[in-house]
């Protein structure tokens, strides 16, 4: 499955930005998708996953700010982020995977095999 996360920009604290995750001839249906972020010196941290069955998890860092959704082909996965701080400045990555991973093992890069190229996010103050 090829990915490519794209929609990443220069914004100011408080505004909102949309990233879009498309994958090329296939579609989300069967599919686990995640987003990541990885910023400067740091490890890459899970944001936010969607199982097949439609359930959502938010780390919370984000809840209550970022939001994911699907488009009615399910071929895009979007990740609405509202309410920026200069803390969510990173380079964003979505990641998909056949088989979800559950329990901490959602929280590991390496669960999954599929990944987007990844889209800057810089969040000015």
């Known amino acids: 499955v090829q990915l490519q996360a794209y929609g990443g920009g220069l914004v100011q604290v408080g505004d909102s930005l949309r990233l879009s995750c498309a994958a090329s001839?296939?579609?989300?249906?069967?599919?686990?998708v995640a987003w990541f972020r990885q910023a400067p010196g740091k490890d890459r941290e899970l944001l936010a996953i969607?199982?097949?069955?439609?359930?959502?998890y938010y780390v919370d860092s984000v809840k209550g700010r970022f939001m994911m959704s699907t488009d009615d082909a399910k071929t895009t996965v979007y990740l609405q982020m509202n309410d920026l701080k200069s803390e969510d400045t990173a380079v964003y990555y979505c990641a998909a995977d056949h088989d979800p991973p559950f329990g901490s093992q959602k929280f590991k890069p390496s669960s999954y095999h599929n990944w987007g190229q990844g889209t800057q996010v810089t969040v000015s103050s």
């Open positions: 969607t199982w097949r069955h439609g359930n959502t």
């Open positions: 001839g296939y579609s989300f249906n069967n599919l686990a």
